[in-house]
């Protein structure tokens, strides 16, 4: 059975940082592309970060330069490094492999930029 736990929630100011962390179990961790998305009130979930199985990342354009996705592969983990942090970033973060053509998310981490 497949599980994502996110871990690293907050309440942060603009321009301070947050590490995000999702641990992952019931999959074959190298083998998989890894993503964070997030979801903001009254707005659709959208992808934020990709990581694939060599490293290679993506980013969405509104994060690009302040956010970092990285896997560690003994410990089975997703983490998204958050820098610069703004109001606009403040949503529910999700973590998501898809697995035999099905799609597996964690319940999500609430991430909250204000001043």
């Known amino acids: 059975q497949v599980h994502l736990v996110e871990s690293g929630r907050g309440l942060v100011q603009p321009g301070e940082s947050l590490r995000l962390s999702c641990a992952t179990s019931g999959i074959n961790f190298r083998i998989h592309p890894l993503d964070w998305y997030r979801q903001a009130p009254g707005k659709q979930r959208v992808l934020v970060a990709r990581i694939t199985m060599n490293g290679t990342t993506d980013y969405a354009d509104s994060v690009k330069g302040r956010f970092t996705i990285s896997r560690d592969n003994a410990r089975s983990t997703l983490y998204l490094q958050m820098n610069n942090l703004q109001p606009e970033d403040t949503a529910v973060y999700y973590c998501?492999?898809?697995?035999?053509?099905?799609?597996?998310w964690g319940r999500g981490t609430q991430v909250t930029v204000s001043s």
């Open positions: 998501h492999v898809k697995r035999g053509g099905s799609d597996f």
